[in-house]
């Protein structure tokens, strides 16, 4: 784990050798959301459909095949999908014939007040790959 005054950094490993879920939201600090790295062996499932009470979930899928499942629908996904389920969406996975590994950022719904293009600040400094 290495931190700074504005940043914190932790190495999980190589995800080949992740085994279920990661919760990094604690040990990075972070203050408006809370993320986890997965995986699923193949052909398992989530152990139990969940919901949130004020949390939205984004599922970014960066490796394997497999199933979503959400209030009822069954869908595939698979390496670069995006899923975002509001808080009330019941929600459950299940990986395909490969490991099924993804990462899930949770953040209270409606908590956004500003996107990266309208808080985002040019500077001048420059790491020494800039200059």
Known sequence: ??????????DIG???KLEGKVFVGKDLGLTGTEVSVSKLAAGTASPFV???KKNEELYLVIGGKGMFYVDGEEFPVQEGS???VAPAGERALKAGDKDLYYI????EAGSLKQATREDGI???S???WMK
């Open 1 to 10: 784990m290495t931190k700074g005054i504005n940043y914190s950094v932790k």
């Open 14 to 16: 190589l995800f080949d």
């Open 50 to 52: 969940h919901a949130h």
């Open 82 to 84: 995006l899923i975002r």
């Open 104 to 107: 899930c950022i949770q953040a």
């Open 122 to 124: 040019m500077l001048e």
């Open 126 to 128: 420059k790491p020494s």
